[in-house]
């Protein structure tokens, strides 16, 4: 069987997974990895900006706190919470062999 790349299959040791059938996490293609990397993405850059673009004229706009650099840090920290997330709790798919004839063409212009 095809195993897709970034999953893993795991033990089917489940009373609800059928015997031909094995259990695959969404690995890479969870949407909690790609959530985390735009935050973490736009998190980093908010940090750089608070550390090396932050003047006397964006302390006057923010009564002196480094909005950049505390909102970037925050976001970085949510980033790698969605990532332990994914980690801790994978979404997990029960995966099988196609029945027969299910990937045979059928002409469906008549319905």
């Not at 059928?18 to 940090?47: K, N, S």
């Not at 006057?60 to 950049?68: C, P, S, V, W, Y």
């Not at 970037?72 to 949510?78: K, Q, T």
């Not at 997330?85 to 319905?111: Q, S, T, Y």
């Amino acid at each position: 069987m095809n195993t897709h790349k970034g999953t893993t299959p795991e033990p089917t040791d489940s009373p609800d997974v059928p015997a031909d059938a094995h259990v695959e996490t969404a690995g890479a293609f969870d949407i909690r990895t790609f959530i985390g990397t735009l935050v973490g993405l736009f998190g980093l850059i908010l940090v750089a900006m608070g550390l090396f673009a932050f003047t006397p004229h964006e302390a006057a706009k923010t009564d002196g706190l480094n909005a950049n650099l505390w909102a970037g840090i925050a976001m970085v920290v949510v980033a790698i919470l969605f990532f332990v997330w994914a980690k801790l709790d994978p979404i997990r798919m029960i995966v099988r062999e196609n029945e027969d004839g299910a990937e045979e063409p059928k002409d469906i212009a008549a319905l």
